[in-house]
């Protein structure tokens, strides 16, 4: 099943079942929708303010019990402030009560201080086109609207309540409609701002929404900030239960790995389509495709995370079909070469045994039928095991391998146990890693410098050289043998195949299904001074 025809759970991402009843409550509830940014700026600029206007009224406001009843607004302005800061660290997004908090206790704060400095004719009355252009912001064109009219009511009121002649007086009345103009246009355009960025927004969720690739965003502490509903799909849980919660709690790594979007924050490198097992919220284990995009700041530092994932479960269980299928058809084919290449070990262990049976032999002539028969077997049980190596199903139990560690390795195993070699080891500053077995990735590597070494007869160079070539490592093993003639390159990696007087011909066959096996690719090279050129290419992690 595909990620486009999967059922969603009822509640993944606020569904079909939800989503209309929620519409309705943020359209008159809504929450910011914007850059973070500017709720870090709204706070910061509320408490400058509360701290001005304290002090500014202190020798304004004449009577004691006015000056005490101010002062307790603003400690209570201030508190809510200080818990909007708290709010706004620990999640990085205030929600839609705080935000209605803050507004009216925001208006009420700048009422209160206008109508005890003058009322209408105080110059904090200008402070109100701050509040509405607050509300326009943070929550939309109708709420800027609505503290616009409540404004344009104290005004109102405040003229009516200090006894002034509203006909005879024009000053008044233009001063008046010069506040309403501003308060109303100041609703529109903060109002219009935020219904462009929320449209915009609302754009980009409902493409995401569609896709069937998971994407999650999650920040520098690994808290997931969004995800949208293939997402929620693929981890058999609803989007509340994903956003706001940590990264490596929604994906829980079924092998007891770390979460690679953590290892991705702490490294400061990405992953691409990274084969990543994930235990669902269900229990379900699930293959997972995984790429990683970090977003910069302008600073060049990470400022959050995109992960982008697919179910590769059925894929998966498709490719091993494949390989199963093909593994089957070569060994069906490989049944009449190994009849073949056991029928002549066995005919010659067959004629030394009757040799031996008819008691006419020499004692030098036993011994040298016996010397062939042990040969034989030895050579008939290679034959054997090496078939058996190809045929198995490899089980790969993947891990972090580092190719540089692998290749230091084989350096030390031949170098010191043969002086006439010379090799050298060439990689990058930074050491290269693969997503694999690290048994049967020591194999490969030990049975290509193997057959270098041989084809040098344990005496020249051998470069191994590894590289970044894009999303892949590629792998070189470069000898100074006598290299392998054009007509035989393509038929090296058939099993039973070999230029040896002695070989089996299965080396390169084990290597080829290994590579294979970590959706790699070998092929061979002749090198233009002489020498052969074998290259392995396996798809690398963590990459930049």
Not at 211 to 237: K, T, W
Not at 404 to 409: D, H, Y
Request: glycine share 8%.
């Amino acid at each position: 099943m595909t990620d486009a025809h999967r059922e969603l759970p009822p509640d993944a991402g606020g569904g079909a079942r939800v989503r209309p009843a929620r519409e309705k409550v943020n359209a008159l509830w809504p929450s910011y929708d914007g850059p973070v940014g500017m709720l870090w700026f709204t706070g910061i600029a509320r408490i400058s303010l509360l701290v001005l206007m304290a002090g500014g009224t202190r020798k304004m406001v004449v009577d004691p019990l006015a000056h005490y009843v101010l002062i307790a607004t603003f400690v209570v302005a201030l508190v809510c402030s200080v818990w909007y800061f708290v709010t706004l660290r620990r999640g990085r997004i205030v929600s839609a009560t705080l935000t209605w908090t803050q507004v009216f206790i925001d208006f009420g704060v700048v009422a209160m201080t206008v109508n005890f400095t003058g009322g209408q004719a105080s110059f904090f009355t200008s402070l109100l086109v701050i509040v509405i252009l607050e509300a326009g912001v943070l929550m939309g064109l109708v709420q800027g609207f609505l503290f616009a009219t409540l404004s344009a009511a104290f005004v109102s009121v405040a003229v009516l309540l200090s006894g002034q002649t509203l006909p005879d007086n024009f000053t008044l009345w233009y001063n008046m409609l010069v506040q309403f103009i501003a308060f109303f246009f100041t609703a529109f355009v903060s109002g219009y701002w935020n219904l462009r960025l929320g449209r915009m927004r609302q754009f980009q969720r409902e493409i995401l929404d569609n896709m069937s690739s998971g994407f999650l965003i999650a920040d520098l502490r690994g808290r997931v900030l969004s995800a949208n509903h293939a997402a929620c799909a693929i981890l058999d849980c609803s989007q509340d239960e994903i956003v706001g919660g940590d990264v490596a709690s929604v994906l829980v790594s079924a092998s007891g790995a770390e979460c690679p979007v953590l290892t991705a924050l702490r490294e400061r490198r990405d992953y691409t389509s990274y084969e990543f097992p994930v235990r669902s919220a269900k229990g379900n284990v699930r293959l997972i495709g995984l790429t990683t995009n970090r977003l910069l700041d302008r600073k060049g530092n990470t400022s959050t995370v995109i992960v982008s994932f697919s179910d590769l479960t059925e894929v998966a269980r498709m490719r091993q079909e494949l390989q199963h299928q093909d593994r089957m058809a070569v060994i069906g084919e490989l049944a009449a070469e190994l009849a073949h290449e056991i029928r002549n070990p066995v005919t010659s262990i067959r004629g030394a045994m009757e040799e031996l049976r008819m008691g006419t032999a020499s004692e030098k002539v036993a011994e040298r039928l016996a010397v062939i028969a042990v040969r034989e077997s030895d050579h008939l049980n290679e034959i054997v095991t090496g078939f058996l190596e190809f045929a198995r199903n490899p089980e790969i139990e993947r891990q972090r391998v580092s190719l540089g560690g692998l290749a230091l390795e084989m350096k030390h195993l031949f170098g010191d146990r043969h002086p006439g070699l010379r090799i050298a080891v060439v990689s990058p500053d930074k050491d290269c890693f693969v997503q694999g077995d690290p048994t049967q990735l020591r194999q490969l590597f030990l049975n290509l410098v193997q057959n270098a070494v041989e084809a040098m007869d344990f005496w020249g160079s051998l470069v191994i050289c590894i590289r970044h070539s894009g999303a892949t490592v590629e792998i070189r093993f470069d000898d100074e043998g006598p290299g392998i003639p054009p007509d035989k390159v393509a038929r090296i990696f058939e099993p039973f195949y070999t230029g040896k007087e002695r070989g089996v011909g299965m080396g390169l066959a084990i290597c080829n299904r290994i590579v294979t096996a970590h959706n790699g690719a070998i092929q061979a090279a002749a090198r233009p001074g002489g020498g052969t050129s074998m290259i392995v290419r396996l798809p690398a992690v963590n990459l930049e």
